[in-house]
């Protein structure tokens, strides 16, 4: 209803219904990236692809600048151009095969293009480096990408990082999403549900972050 006063108060105002629905969109997407966080930044793409162009024009002259190489690889990511960012990663490897950050970036290239051992193989060889790598994201993305085809095993690489950052929403919402998957339909409410405890719990400045998983667990606990 107040949307509905908003919009015909700025139609009145401009005098067009088209422009009253594009403030009021603005309105709307202000509201979320300021409180919420369901839509993408509109000004990130745009830094981006900015400081992705920079790179490109110093790695073509330096080129032995490995962390500009493994910046490059990380914003194609990204852009989800994980191809693309394998060729710097590659080169990033022979120089920095003991990094923990460079083998989970070669690792989840591997995985979103669909190779999973190969995926899992550098994942794994990441936390063997360092158990902690990404704060245990490896264990999420392992069990993200293999939910499909192992979902028992993926379930274990959840629990692991469910472990790792007990105040995570993102982890047990994708924990609840997996125990849907199986079937698994009380565990899978009760993970939902827990999802929201962890959200009432934290602190104010750590809300921001995870108000999007926390919202999309509600509105899965209402439907189960």
């Not at 709307?28 to 900015?50: A, C, E, Q, V």
């Not at 692991?160 to 849907?180: D, H, I, N, P, V």
């Amino acid at each position: 209803m107040t949307k509905l006063f908003i919009f015909f108060g700025v139609m009145y105002l401009t005098g067009s219904p088209i422009i009253a629905v594009l403030v009021l969109l603005a309105i709307l997407y202000f509201i979320d990236r300021r409180f919420i966080g369901l839509t993408p930044s509109i000004t990130r793409p745009l830094k981006r692809n900015r400081r992705l162009s920079q790179l490109k024009q110093e790695l073509f002259t330096q080129l032995h600048n490995t962390s500009g190489k493994l910046e490059a690889a990380w914003l194609l990511i990204e852009k989800k151009k994980y191809r693309e960012a394998l060729v710097y990663l590659e080169e990033v490897r022979l120089v920095l095969d003991d990094s923990a950050d460079a083998l989970y970036a070669y690792g989840l290239c591997y995985l979103k293009l669909g190779d999973l051992a190969l995926g899992e193989k550098w994942m794994l060889q990441s936390l063997e480096l360092n158990p902690r790598v990404k704060y245990g994201e490896a264990y999420l993305r392992l069990g993200e990408a293999l939910s499909i085809v192992e979902p028992e095993r993926a379930l274990a690489y959840l629990q692991k990082f469910r472990e790792m950052q007990s105040s995570s929403c993102e982890a047990y919402y994708r924990l609840g999403q997996l125990y849907r998957r199986l079937r698994r339909v009380d565990e899978a409410r009760n993970t939902f549900a827990e999802t929201l405890l962890i959200y009432r719990t934290l602190p104010r400045y750590k809300r921001r972050t995870e108000r999007r998983w926390a919202i999309l667990a509600w509105w899965k606990k209402l439907q189960s």
